[in-house]
T-cell receptor, first 113, second 115 residues
């Protein structure tokens, strides 16, 4: 019952922009799109989240399509340290009830030197 | 503390023994999550605490697994009569709560090995 679909793996050359796609065609109006990443042998790390507007922070940019059925995480200048599994998650944040973050299989991004 | 702290970082136990894993969340974070990650696998949700609400235990795999949280601070995950399939990294995360402030911060995990 995964709410998101991501490619299992991607390669990107060091210094180039890494564009990671995510499909979430069943997203509902009060669900946000979150991105986390997990570098080998570490706990997951929050990257960015958004509702419908594009978002940017010091780590990445998040582009959400107008119909909100898909999004793209952009790492503008990928480095070797960005090699990790990237998880796209949709999550209701209405403020009520128990809502564990549910992680799918993610995309294993490999940055090539 | 600066982040989520978990202890021990590594635990080796014999099959059939009980183990307790501890999580110290970030101060002020009302939400706390436990996950399990088997080698080469994704994160498996176990349990979620939010303030004084009843915890969401829907991810606990069996009645050998239980967790407690004291107020909005320390949480303990207990596994009774451990089995080899319990071997995994157990990750804890905390966040300010549901709603707008829901970025979850993860600890480094406890690597449990059942021999």
């Amino acid at each position: 019952d995964a709410k998101t679909t991501q490619p299992p793996s991607m390669d990107c050359a060091e210094g180039r922009a890494a564009n990671l796609p995510c499909n979430h065609s069943t997203i509902s109006g009060n669900e946000y799109v979150y991105w986390y990443r997990q570098i080998h042998s570490q706990g997951p790390q929050y990257i960015i989240h958004g509702l419908k507007n594009n978002e940017t922070n010091e780590m990445a940019s998040l582009i959400i399509t107008e119909d909100r059925k898909s999004s793209t995480l952009i790492l503008p200048h990928a480095t070797l340290r960005d090699t990790a599994v990237y998880y796209c998650i949709v999550r209701e944040t209405s403020g009520g009830g128990a809502d564990g973050l549910t992680f799918g299989k993610g995309t294993h991004l490999i940055i090539q030197p | 503390g600066a982040g989520v702290s978990q202890s021990p970082s590594n635990k080796v136990t014999e099959k059939g023994k009980d183990v307790e894993l501890r999580c110290d969340p970030i101060s002020g974070h009302t939400a706390l999550y436990w996950y399990r990650q088997r080698l080469g696998q994704g994160l498996e949700f176990l349990i979620y605490f939010q303030g004084n609400s009843a915890p969401d235990k829907s991810g606990l795999p069996s009645d050998r697994f239980s967790a407690e949280r004291t107020g909005e601070s320390v949480s303990t995950l207990t596994i009774q009569r451990t089995q080899q399939e319990d071997s995994a990294v157990y990750l804890c995360a905390s966040s300010l709560g549901p709603g707008r402030y829901t970025e979850a911060f993860f600890g480094q995990g406890t690597r449990l090995t059942v021999v």
